[in-house]
């Protein structure tokens, strides 16, 4: 008993240094964790649920994105206690050079290191929410690829190549934080991310953003 304390320990202390969030909500996190994990870790339908609960985020399509891009050392179906804790950082206290890697993450579904016109098609088309009948669909096809062509607009601003690199993103954003999430909410909003902290037993709810040592994919 003494030695499991002694990991846990250890294990809370080097996860507070890795991502220094206070040590309550990285204890908090990793009780959690702990609760919920299965025999391979934390699976996805875990993740998504609390997603859903704690930070009203409830579109399947970008819930599993969020999964994979937590997902940093197995790209497996589930979390190992490390990914979590990082990416709750990243969700918690990130500053906006971690939010931008993350979104960015989410956003390319190859992981081929560019947001092509193709997958934000798929974003786009995925956040619209249409009541019309299957024969008006390529009328509604036609309105999302104008809306993909605007966003690549406002996205591909270093080198105007018709794909989105992270250099691409970061300059968009920059000069735009309304384009940190443009294809989807990957992120709580503040009232929601504040009340998680709270809840962690977080002292203090006026954090400035951090940043999260960690190497994204």
Known sequence: MGSNRAQLEKKVAELTNKTKLNKQVVQSLVEHYQQKCKDKGL?????????????????????????????????????????????????????????????????????????????????????????????????????????????????????????VSFKDFQAAVFGDKLLLESLGQCLPDEKARCRYLKMLGDPDMNHQPTTITAKNR
């Open 43 to 163: 699976d996805r339908d875990t993740v998504r649920d609390d997603l859903m609960n704690q930070f009203d985020m409830l579109d399947d399509f970008l819930l599993d994105r969020i999964f994979r891009t937590f997902d940093i050392s197995a790209n497996t179906q589930h979390l190992k206690l490390d990914d979590y804790v990082m990416g709750m950082a990243t969700f918690l206290t990130g500053n906006l050079e971690d939010k931008m890697r993350f979104c960015f993450n989410v956003y390319d579904l190859n992981g081929d290191g560019y947001i092509t016109r193709e997958e934000m098609f798929q974003f786009l088309k995925n956040s619209m929410v249409t009541k019309s009948h299957d024969a008006d669909q390529d009328d509604a096809d036609e309105g999302i690829k104008e809306l993909t062509e605007l966003a690549l607009k406002k996205l591909d601003q270093d080198d105007h190549d018709g794909r």
